[in-house]
């Protein structure tokens, strides 16, 4: 790397260690950046567009690991798909309820968006068998929040552990009308059901006890689709056998990734950073809220609507953070983002209290189990709650020897945090950053100062 204070070296068994190095006299973060197009939005617009009559046009998709395995995946059972880049990609669907047999298992690799979400489809689609895999990861992460409403809908999915673990296997048929009442607010359960009443005779309906990001509801109505939202009983009905038909799909930036530098603004001194083009929807923005709570100085510039999802600029300069609670229904709003939250609470000022997210135990890692047990190598005192973390802010942090366990929003949390510290930091199996940010370390060298 050309900056002295970032470095990569090779690590054990064909991994990647990121080495951060602040110089003694420190750093700040300075410029204007964009950021990698949404993960989620990019894994809906492949998707849909596979499934929709005619050509679908994505510009600013994800080249991340997760949307590759999407594309994969699709491409076996039929749909044709342009090779992936972020200017412009040309999926040219093969029309609802025509998903071809593949003749191998669909590998999910390390997304559990593309296996949560495809089993809806898959199991809608009568008297066609489908396996689907991924990584070691993946298959140790529970299904069972889908398999479970899938089944009461008829359809047919063994596994591992009582079917609740991959690989499985599908039987597609006829499914049954339902609504269901899930236990959790999780965008991934919604959409997985939802794209199972697309070939359903009837209404299917999904009631959350809170708010969850709704992407799939706009990118589904874009596409054809009629839907009724009751914003006060957090329900979505779809009514199904629409025509989907191919769509233009801009992919605003991923206000995840952008997570990461408003975090390394508000806390590297002397910090002032614009990052363009963030997709801001409100289902999404709850780490904006968490940060405004801190005192962070975040400010929003040039909002408008950009293929159905609000945009802005984000500009966030050096800020003295304050400690804050953060749960209940902000949880489903920044779920992804809580392992760059933490970091922020480490360099604020009081105590910081996190809770009501218990579902991070079953992200990539058990994200509040490593969080806790790799911040506290850098001296940050954090103690690991049952659902959440509780983080004392203040105190200086030294560089030290972390791991990602290769999950991609550790490894960059741990980077950021690293920026801060005394010392250097070395990043174990740092490579994880690219399953949603390919050029994540790149960026960080180019807004050093």
Known sequence: MASPIVSIQDGAENSQQLLIHPRSEGISVQGKLTIPGDKSISHRALML????????????????????????????????????????????????????EPNDVLDAGNSGTTMRLMLGLLASHSDRLFTVTGDSSLRSRPMSRVVKPLTQMGAKIWGRQGNTLAPLAVRGRQLQPTHYHSPIASAQVKSCILLAGLMVDGQTTVTEPALSRDHSERMLQAFGATLDIDHHTHSVTLTGKPTLRGQKVVVPGDISSAAFWLVAGAIVPNSDLLIENVGVNPTRTGVLEALEMMEADITRLNERIVAGEPVADLRVRHSKLKA?????????????????????????????????????????????????????????????????????????????????????????????????????????????????YPNFVDTLTTILQ
Do not use: W
Not at 384 to 410: C, M, P, Q
């Open 324 to 436: 804050c609670e953060i749960g209940g229904n902000l949880i489903p709003r920044l779920i992804d983002e809580i392992p760059i939250l933490a970091v922020a609470a480490a360099f604020a000022q009081g105590t910081t209290v996190i809770k009501d997210a218990a579902e991070l135990r079953v992200k990539e890692s058990d994200r509040l189990a490593v969080m806790a047990t790799e911040l506290s190598k850098m001296g940050a005192k954090i103690t690991e709650l049952t659902d959440g973390l509780e983080i004392i802010g203040g105190y200086k942090l030294k560089g030290a020897e972390v791991d990602s366990f290769t999950d991609h929003r550790i490894a960059m949390s741990l980077a950021i945090a690293a920026l801060n510290a005394h010392g250097k930091t070395i990043i174990n199996r740092a490579e994880a950053a690219s399953i949603s």
């Open 49 to 100: 567009g596979a499934i929709a009559a005619g050509e679908t046009v994505i510009e600013g998709l994800l080249l991340g690991e997760d949307p590759r395995s999407t594309a994969t995946c699709f491409r076996a059972m039929g749909a044709k798909i342009s090779e992936l880049n972020s200017q412009r990609v040309t999926v040219t669907g093969v029309g609802l309820g025509n998903l071809q």
